[in-house]
Antibody, heavy 120, light 107 residues
């Protein structure tokens, strides 16, 4: 079964850091592009970051550029999101999602999400 | 960034109804348009990709059409499990962007 399991969320103070993880199984992870997408409470979906299959190509949303770092370990079938300098507006459910098609931006498999709360 | 606008934002309908949701892009996105369904407390699920291709396992009640800037998602005969929020998304350029969502409620 194709599966993504995201983890690492929690409560963190403003200015703090958190590292999210996404464990992939059931498919050849190192051949797929990956993304992080977030959803603030009661709001819509916002794309956060993209990483190519080898890790060589990376993109970020302007709202997180310079604060978040996406990475992957293909040997461990894992995707990561290092989040620094967290702000209240980063509070959201974060989903990892597999990308296919043009630009790896069609999100065909999603994790269940991990909740990040930034509050003092 | 390309802005995606869905209408309506809220829609009340009954089981058995036919419903249509529209999505407009702020510039042409060719056929790089996807639709997702999200139920409360769950992750989004891909329904339709590149305008009209159904993801494997998705009911044929769902169909998509359009090109350029204007797109539609149609559910032919609403079933109880179809009441959810639907998002369109463009995959034409980075950053990929989503519509604000259409919440489909039971009338």
């Amino acid at each position: 079964e194709v599966q993504l399991v995201d983890s690492g969320g929690g409560l963190v103070q403003p200015g703090g850091s958190l590292r999210l993880s996404c464990a992939a199984s059931g498919f050849t992870f190192n051949t797929y592009e990956m993304n992080w997408v977030r959803q603030a409470p009661g709001k819509g979906l916002e794309w956060v970051s993209y990483i190519g299959s080898s890790g060589a190509t990376i993109y970020y949303a302007d709202s997180v550029k310079g604060r978040f770092t996406i990475s992957r370990d293909n040997a461990k079938n894992s995707l990561y999101l290092q989040m620094n300098s967290l702000r209240g507006e980063d509070t959201a459910v974060y989903y990892c999602a597999r990308g296919v098609g043009r630009g790896g931006a069609t999100l065909d498999v999603w994790g269940k999400g991990t909740t990040v709360t930034v509050s003092s | 960034d390309i802005q995606m606008t869905q209408s309506p934002s809220y829609l009340s309908a009954s089981v058995g109804d036919r419903v249509t949701i529209t999505c407009r892009a702020s510039q042409s996105i060719s056929s790089s348009l996807n639709w997702y369904q999200q139920k409360p407390g769950e992750a989004p699920k891909l329904l339709i990709y590149t305008v009209s291709s159904l993801k494997s396992g998705v009911s044929s009640r769902f169909s998509g059409s359009g090109s350029g800037t204007d797109f539609t998602l149609t559910i032919s005969t609403l079933q109880p499990e179809d009441f959810a929020t639907y998002y369109c998304q463009q995959s034409y350029t980075t950053p990929p962007t989503f519509g604000q969502g259409t919440k489909l409620d039971i009338k």
